[in-house]
T-cell receptor, first 115, second 114 residues
Framework: AQTVTQSQPEMSVQEAETVTLSCTYD???????LFWYKQPPSRQMILVIR??????QNATENRFSVNFQKAAKSFSLKISDSQLGDTAMYFC????????????FGKGTMLLVSP | NAGVTQTPKFQVLKTGQSMTLQCAQD?????MYWYRQDPGMGLRLIYY???????DKGEVPNGYNVSRLNKREFSLRLESAAPSQTSVYFC?????????????FGSGTRLTVV
């Protein structure tokens, strides 16, 4: 069974600063995908960024980037130039590329961006 | 351009009452899912349907039943609601179950059982 661990229940950052959210996972699979989802107060689940395990290059989407360390089973999210609208719960998620696999989520990190 | 539609958005039940949460997607996805979200627990999979005509248990299936009515619709039923089922419920869908593009989620149903 796969597990996803987010060790930071809450984090805070000031506007325009950079923040990094941590995620580790445990799996015996060699090929899989990793995701970061954002859940603002509206409750909607929004896909922020995805990473394919077989790609060494870290994914980037505008102000969002990841640091993917496959050997360490680590997948952190870096948010640059933080904005008030980045205030949300962030979930790390994992899915193996096999059979009837399903998406497994971490417990989440609440990020508060202050002026 | 609706994506995944869940109804209702809010519901209050008394202990022992039954209800069905409805979910429909218009993206021609094969796979659909029900998750529950509780504070400090993340999202946990209740049931899923990898394709029309199949359903399987997830991590927390007790107290729930599901029906994959057709390719578009996947419902979740609580036969006898309990306070422990107070939660936010999300329906999601994907082209295939091991989707490398993640899942598309509905906006959730906040259920309170008193």
């Amino acid at each position: 069974a796969q597990t996803v661990t987010q060790s930071q229940p809450e984090m805070s950052v000031q506007e325009a600063e950079t923040v990094t959210l941590s995620c580790t996972y445990d799996t015996s699979e060699s090929n899989y995908y990793l995701f970061w989802y954002k859940q603002p107060p509206s409750r909607q689940m929004i896909l922020v960024i995805r990473q394919e395990a077989y790609k060494q290059q870290n994914a980037t989407e505008n102000r969002f980037s990841v640091n993917f360390q496959k050997a360490a089973k680590s997948f952190s999210l870096k948010i640059s130039d933080s904005q008030l609208g980045d205030t949300a719960m962030y979930f790390c998620a994992f899915i193996p590329n096999s059979g009837y696999s399903t998406l497994t989520f971490g417990k989440g990190t609440m990020l508060l961006v202050s002026p | 351009n609706a994506g995944v539609t869940q109804t209702p958005k809010f519901q209050v039940l008394k202990t022992g009452q039954s209800m069905t949460l409805q979910c429909a997607q218009d993206m021609n996805h094969n796979s659909m899912y029900w998750y529950r979200q509780d504070p400090g627990m993340g999202l946990r999979l209740i049931y899923y349907s990898a394709s029309e005509g199949t359903t399987d248990k997830g991590e927390v299936p007790n107290g729930y039943n599901v029906s994959r009515l057709n390719k578009r619709e996947f419902s979740l039923r609580l036969e006898s609601a309990a306070p422990s089922q107070t939660s936010v419920y999300f329906c999601a869908s994907s082209e295939v179950s091991f989707s490398n593009y993640g899942y598309t989620f509905g906006s959730g149903t906040r259920l309170t059982v008193v």
